[in-house]
């Protein structure tokens, strides 16, 4: 058929050997009943004959009891056998002839019959059969009329056959419809200008290929053409079936695919191109369709004609847009244009080239890259040259483990798996693997490096699709490829570009999972790109750039990856001298080293980085820096190094208590004297916060303190006040107030050993002694307070306690003459705020002076006064009935409470009255008449708390009087009693 020339010629042919004879039409009594059936209907001919086209009409098709002609009716209801096969090609031949009239009714009507012949379920197959041979070919002439409702109804009458009829039946018709459907939708533009027709025509072709399979391989030039030129439709279902088919045609006629369908002569000699690759050039328009279910179709179509080649190399290019990098076209050389295939072509006038296979791993359908994933398994699992092509396809297979849907990414991790377990059953695989694999299957052996990276799989929290280590196989694949891969990534990890950094990091940190110890050779090259995206990362986040903090939470997670797996002995010499500050860098610099040695510690194993943490906590602490950023991701560090080296040794566990106690000190002296609330759990991310905590000397704080309890510091920081006394003589008054502060607000003090608690009070009581101002008194007397209200630490501090009371007593003596000042002019020139703050006592002064300039500042004398006696009262009620012993104590507990009893403060005056209480009755030799005139006062205070406080210091202060007071003191407590008495 595809010699004639042309379809009409094969029509009129058919044409004049169908014509029926004269005679045949009233044959019998059938035939007579044809034509009154004919004169029942012309006469609603004229009626039908006024009939609007219209949408609807147009995809409908008509009813046949309406039209006329009822030939075909007749047939379908009789029975079986009552008629004679003479009635039978009355009727056919009667509709041949409808069919072939001018009038649209008609043409109509006719394929409205036969179109309820061929649906009605109570018709003989014998009948349909018979009906379907017989008329077939005017069916088939009917896809060509000018008519686009007839061509319709053809179409459908076609289809309405194909899922009744047997093929054997229907075989006949694949002469006459194949060459048809090529005519009206194998040309391009299609001579069908209806896309419902169009789609019709696909269907029909579809229908054809699942019936027929094999047998229609005498017919792939036209398949081939109706299927290319589908795939350029507007219509996307139409493109969508034109893709079907070709999914079909690699099922049953892979062989004919096969075919060298010309030779084109090349510089390196001839060019074979094949059907299959033809058809790949059809399809990779649609791939970049904007219906989903035609890039499904189209990837569908795409994975089984790949897979019919044996040479794909050149497809494999095409589709990912690769050229070879010292190679230039030479038509970018003239700019005039380049004489191909006998046209000029300007470089305006070429065809942009896509990297399809990237547009399909970034599509914004789940489906459509659930497809690709899938396609990209399935070539590189049974193509006939896929070595060639994993380095080109492993990339797109591994972006869909950090795909946004858990579905993708889970079946990502599966087809790793499947094409893990078909390199395993491989037999080209290469020696190195082929050895591996029988010393692993057959020998069991364990290299070092391979049992840590078995342990680091095994303690690595689950992050699913990572239930479990990722087979042999597939670790091989991705091994053998790593080195291709690494210097694009690592180029593109700082590119300008965030979407290029996150993609090329995120590829990073799943091949370093796959190649685990193997990517020592590269390390250094990803460790020095790390190091710089952290660097960048963090200036964008500190410029205010809210990608920032992606980016440098991506680079820290490469890095953990890359610390699971290498020994440290290997990337610390190229991280410690900038982190020390040894190099002289800036902060940025030394700030992204610091953030990635956290980072590689975090993922390192405790037997590889015990060897080497006094040597990382030594280069901690040996560079001191007075940026807040440095100095929290210091403290973030040293808790990443406690984390991983856990349980901690005393001597490692000692030197990082030392380092972030000193960070602590730093912040507390630059102003951040808040503590942060408890920590409630893990963080979700550890790497969360990184730049942020480093705004501010809070932030420091806060990383200390969490570094600390990873130290589990809470208990075992106290115990280093054993170590700190020969710092705090170096540090002084000031720098040792500090250490105290962030050590003993954070011990557990319950756990403090006896001998910390004796230098920690020796130390307070020296600071109180050497302060130059009130504040720094009152600092070490809340201290001071702060320990011994702890009974089990009381206890072992009796032998410090006579002195410490003595410094505090002498204490609230000076801060109660100073700040007589305060109550008699108000507030001090010289003096200062003084506030307190979540537990640390703040003095703020704005002048420095010696011991004897307590009465220029008033507020910090109040201050300091009210600490002295609040830390005499605890020592004088620390539970014990043992004298308290000191020569100077009982002569300085006078001096404290007359003054004191003097001041404007209730709260004062309140303590002093308790401290009064106690002390007469604690302290050997008090001055019992001395209190006694100095409490005695009190009983008339206007404030009832002091009067309170006085009743009951005066019952302790009238036993150790007896009779040694005047008649004239009796008489004037008697009056105050009894005036208290009758004020109730």
């Known amino acids: 058929f595809f010699s004639m020339p042309s379809v009409d010629d094969v029509w009129a042919d058919m044409k004049l050997s169908a014509k029926p004879k004269p005679s045949s039409s009233c044959a019998s009594g059938a035939g007579g009943l044809g034509k009154l059936s004919q004169k029942a209907g012309m006469a609603k001919q004229e009626a039908h004959t006024g009939l609007v086209d219209t949408a609807e009409l147009k995809v409908s098709v008509m009813d046949a009891k309406t039209v006329p002609g009822r030939g075909l009716m007749f047939m379908a209801t009789k029975n079986q056998g009552q008629e004679g096969d003479d009635d039978m090609q009355d009727g056919m031949d009667r509709e041949v002839q409808l069919m072939s009239s001018s009038d649209v009714a008609q043409r109509r009507g006719a394929?409205?019959?036969?179109?309820?012949?061929?649906?009605?379920?109570?018709?003989?197959?014998?009948?349909?059969?018979?009906?379907?041979?017989?008329?077939?070919?005017?069916?088939?002439?009917?896809?060509?009329?000018?008519?686009?409702?007839?061509?319709?109804?053809?179409?459908?009458?076609?289809?309405?056959?194909?899922?009744?009829?047997?093929?054997?039946?229907?075989?006949?018709?694949?002469?006459?419809?194949?060459?048809t459907l090529l005519h009206r939708v194998g040309s391009s533009p299609p001579m069908e200008p209806a896309e419902e027709v169009r789609l019709l025509c696909m269907l029909v072709t579809s229908r054809v290929m699942s019936l027929f399979g094999r047998r229609m391989g005498d017919y792939i030039e036209a398949l081939d053409s109706i299927c290319c030129t589908g795939m350029q439709d507007t219509h996307p279902l139409v493109r969508h079936e034109a893709a079907n088919i070709i999914t079909m045609l690699t099922r049953t006629l892979?062989?004919?695919?096969?075919?060298?369908?010309?030779?084109?002569?090349?510089?390196?000699?001839?060019?074979?191109?094949?059907?299959?690759?033809?058809?790949?050039?059809?399809?990779?328009?649609?791939?970049?369709?904007?219906?989903?279910?035609?890039?499904?179709?189209?990837?569908?179509?795409?994975?089984?004609?790949?897979?019919?080649?044996?040479?794909?190399?050149?497809?494999?290019?095409?589709?990912?847009?690769?050229?070879?990098?010292?190679?230039?076209?030479?038509?970018?050389?003239?700019?005039?244009?380049?004489?191909?295939?006998?046209?000029?072509?300007?470089?305006?006038?070429?065809?942009?080239?896509?990297?399809?296979?990237?547009?399909?791993?970034?599509?914004?359908?789940?489906?459509?890259?659930?497809?690709?994933?899938?396609?990209?398994?399935?070539?590189?699992?049974?193509?006939?040259?896929?070595?060639?092509?994993?380095?080109?396809?492993?990339?797109?297979?591994?972006?869909?483990?950090?795909?946004?849907?858990?579905?993708?990414?889970?079946?990502?991790?599966?087809?790793?798996?499947?094409?893990?377990?078909?390199?395993?059953?491989?037999?080209?695989?290469?020696?190195?693997?082929?050895?591996?694999?029988?010393?692993?299957?057959?020998?069991?052996?364990?290299?070092?490096?391979?049992?840590?990276?078995?342990?680091?799989?095994?303690?690595?929290?689950?992050?699913?699709?990572?239930?479990?280590?990722?087979?042999?196989?597939?670790?091989?694949?991705?091994?053998?490829?790593?080195?291709?891969?690494?210097?694009?990534?690592?180029?593109?990890?700082?590119?300008?570009?965030?979407?290029?950094?996150?993609?090329?990091?995120?590829?990073?940190?799943?091949?370093?999972?796959?190649?685990?110890?193997?990517?020592?050779?590269?390390?250094?090259?990803?460790?020095?790109?790390?190091?710089?995206?952290?660097?960048?990362?963090?200036?964008?986040?500190?410029?205010?750039?809210?990608?920032?903090?992606?980016?440098?939470?991506?680079?820290?997670?490469?890095?953990?990856?890359?610390?699971?797996?290498?020994?440290?002995?290997?990337?610390?010499?190229?991280?410690?001298?900038?982190?020390?500050?040894?190099?002289?860098?800036?902060?940025?610099?030394?700030?992204?080293?610091?953030?990635?040695?956290?980072?590689?510690?975090?993922?390192?194993?405790?037997?590889?980085?015990?060897?080497?943490?006094?040597?990382?906590?030594?280069?901690?602490?040996?560079?001191?820096?007075?940026?807040?950023?440095?100095?929290?991701?210091?403290?973030?560090?040293?808790?990443?190094?406690?984390?991983?080296?856990?349980?901690?040794?005393?001597?490692?566990?000692?030197?990082?208590?030392?380092?972030?106690?000193?960070?602590?000190?730093?912040?507390?002296?630059?102003?951040?004297?808040?503590?942060?609330?408890?920590?409630?759990?893990?963080?979700?991310?550890?790497?969360?916060?990184?730049?942020?905590?480093?705004?501010?000397?809070?932030?420091?704080?806060?990383?200390?303190?969490?570094?600390?309890?990873?130290?589990?510091?809470?208990?075992?920081?106290?115990?280093?006040?054993?170590?700190?006394?020969a710092e705090g003589t170096l540090l002084g008054c000031g720098g040792s107030l500090a250490w105290l502060e962030v050590i003993l607000r954070q011990a557990d003090l319950s756990r403090v050993p006896p001998t910390a608690v004796t230098t920690a009070l020796s130390l307070l009581q020296a600071c109180v002694a050497t302060a130059k101002t009130a504040g720094q008194a009152a600092e070490a007397l809340g201290l001071a307070s702060l320990v011994l209200s702890e009974p089990d630490v009381a206890c072992h501090a009796s032998s410090s306690m006579p002195s410490l009371l003595c410094a505090a007593l002498e204490c609230a003596a000076r801060g109660a003459e100073g700040a007589a000042e305060r109550d008699g002019d108000?507030?001090?020139?010289?003096?200062?705020?003084?506030?307190?703050?979540?537990?640390?006592?703040?003095?703020?002064?704005?002048?420095?002076?010696?011991?004897?300039?307590?009465?220029?500042?008033?507020?910090?004398?109040?201050?300091?006064a009210h600490a002295a006696l609040e830390c005499a009262l605890v020592i004088l009620t620390d539970g014990s009935d043992a004298k308290v012993e000191h020569p100077r104590a009982a002569t300085l507990l006078g001096e404290a409470i007359k003054p004191s009893l003097a001041l404007q403060s209730t709260h004062i005056r309140q303590l002093a009255c308790a401290v009064a209480q106690y002390g007469v009755s604690r302290l050997e030799g008090a001055p019992a008449g001395v209190l006694f005139g100095c409490v005695a006062p009190a009983l008339a205070d206007t404030q009832e708390s002091v009067r309170e406080a006085a009743l009951a210091a005066m019952v302790p202060v009238l036993d150790c009087v007896g009779g040694r007071a005047s008649r004239l003191e009796l008489e004037g407590l008697k009056g105050m009693a009894a005036t208290m008495v009758a004020d109730g």
């Open 826 to 864: 108000g507030e001090g020139a010289g003096g200062g705020a003084a506030k307190e703050e979540e537990g640390f006592v703040l003095v703020e002064s704005d002048a420095q002076g010696g011991a004897g300039a307590w009465a220029g500042r008033p507020s910090e004398a109040l201050e300091a």
């Open 254 to 725: 892979k062989a004919k695919l096969q075919q060298i369908v010309r030779i084109v002569p090349s510089r390196q000699g001839e060019d074979k191109h094949y059907r299959y690759g033809d058809l790949i050039l059809a399809l990779k328009p649609s791939l970049r369709h904007k219906h989903a279910k035609v890039r499904v179709a189209t990837i569908e179509a795409l994975k089984s004609l790949l897979l019919c080649g044996e040479k794909n190399l050149e497809v494999i290019e095409d589709l990912v847009c690769w050229q070879q990098p010292n190679v230039i076209p030479v038509w970018h050389f003239f700019n005039g244009g380049v004489w191909e295939d006998g046209q000029l072509v300007k470089p305006e006038e070429r065809e942009t080239q896509h990297n399809y296979l990237a547009v399909l791993a970034a599509d914004t359908s789940p489906s459509v890259r659930a497809c690709f994933l899938r396609m990209v398994a399935d070539w590189m699992s049974s193509l006939h040259d896929r070595w060639d092509h994993e380095s080109r396809l492993l990339p797109y297979l591994l972006n869909g483990l950090c795909d946004e849907v858990s579905d993708i990414r889970r079946e990502a991790h599966e087809c790793m798996e499947r094409l893990g377990a078909v390199h395993e059953d491989e037999k080209g695989n290469n020696d190195r693997d082929k050895q591996e694999l029988r010393d692993f299957r057959e020998y069991g052996h364990r290299s070092p490096a391979e049992l840590n990276s078995a342990e680091r799989w095994a303690a690595r929290a689950q992050e699913p699709p990572f239930t479990q280590r990722p087979r042999l196989g597939a670790r091989m694949v991705v091994r053998n490829n790593f080195k291709r891969l690494v210097p694009t990534l690592v180029r593109e990890l700082n590119c300008w570009q965030s979407k290029t950094r996150r993609m090329s990091g995120q590829l990073l940190y799943y091949l370093t999972l796959y190649t685990e110890h193997w990517i020592t050779c590269e390390a250094h090259v990803m460790l020095q790109a790390y190091i710089k995206s952290a660097q960048s990362s963090i200036l964008m986040e500190r410029e205010g750039d809210p990608e920032g903090a992606e980016l440098l939470r991506q680079a820290m997670r490469c890095s953990e990856a890359l610390g699971m797996f290498i020994d440290p002995a290997l990337w610390l010499p190229l991280l410690l001298p900038t982190v020390s500050g040894a190099s002289g860098s800036d902060v940025e610099a030394r700030s992204g080293c610091i953030a990635v040695l956290s980072a590689l510690c975090r993922g390192c194993s405790r037997s590889w980085l015990s060897q080497h943490a006094d040597t990382i906590v030594e280069a901690l602490g040996a560079g001191p820096s007075d940026s807040p950023l440095v100095c929290s991701l210091l403290a973030r560090a040293a808790g990443s190094v406690a984390a991983a080296c856990s349980p901690l040794s005393p001597q490692l566990q000692k030197s990082l208590s030392c380092m972030l106690l000193s960070l602590q000190v730093k912040a507390w002296a630059a102003g951040a004297r808040t503590l942060p609330p408890p920590k409630e759990g893990e963080s979700e991310d550890i790497f969360a916060g990184l730049v942020a905590r480093g705004r501010d000397w809070k932030g420091v704080q806060a990383s200390c303190w969490e570094a600390l309890d990873c130290t589990a510091s809470k208990g075992g920081c106290a115990a280093s006040l054993v170590s700190v006394q």
């Open 111 to 179: 394929l409205s019959r036969l179109l309820t012949l061929a649906n009605d379920t109570n018709c003989p197959p014998a009948v349909q059969r018979q009906a379907f041979q017989g008329l077939y070919v005017e069916v088939i002439k009917l896809m060509a009329d000018p008519v686009e409702r007839v061509r319709d109804s053809s179409l459908r009458v076609l289809l309405a056959f194909f899922d009744v009829l047997d093929p054997p039946t229907l075989g006949c018709s694949l002469p006459l419809l194949l060459p």
